[in-house]
């Protein structure tokens, strides 16, 4: 049975740095498109970033653009989002999750498997 679970989530003042992580069992998900994906207190869940298959291309939202890093090594069926100058607005909780097709992904709907979420709490 495939699954995915976040850590690295925790509690940051503004301006700091959080790496979450995803592992990967149950399968072996190299071939597949991951992105992570956030939402906060009240919101619908959004896009933040994706991953091709290779690691080689990577998309962000506009929010995400600049400070945020999205990364995988498939060797260890993981995936990363390396998140620096962090603001209070960037508190959710952060889903990670894997597609078929391999490419960039910017809907949820392209991905089939996801995590439980990990929570995100930047403080002011």
């Known amino acids: 049975q495939a699954q995915l679970v976040e850590s690295g989530g925790g509690l940051v003042q503004a301006g700091g740095s959080l790496r979450l992580s995803c592992e990967a069992s149950g399968r072996t998900f190299s071939v597949y498109t991951r992105g992570w994906f956030r939402q906060a207190l009240g919101k619908e869940r959004e896009f933040v970033a994706s991953?091709?298959?290779?690691?080689?291309?990577?998309y962000y939202s506009d929010s995400a653009k600049g400070r945020f890093t999205i990364s995988r090594d498939n060797a260890k069926n993981t995936v990363y989002l390396q998140m620096n100058s962090l603001k209070p607005e960037d508190t959710a909780v952060y889903y990670c999750?894997?597609?078929?097709?391999?490419?960039?992904?910017?809907?949820?709907?392209?991905?089939?498997?996801w995590g439980r979420g990990a929570q995100v709490t930047v403080s002011s």
């Open positions: 999750a894997a597609g078929l097709g391999g490419g960039i992904r910017v809907d949820e709907s392209d991905y089939a498997f």
């Open positions: 991953i091709n298959w290779r690691g080689d291309t990577t």
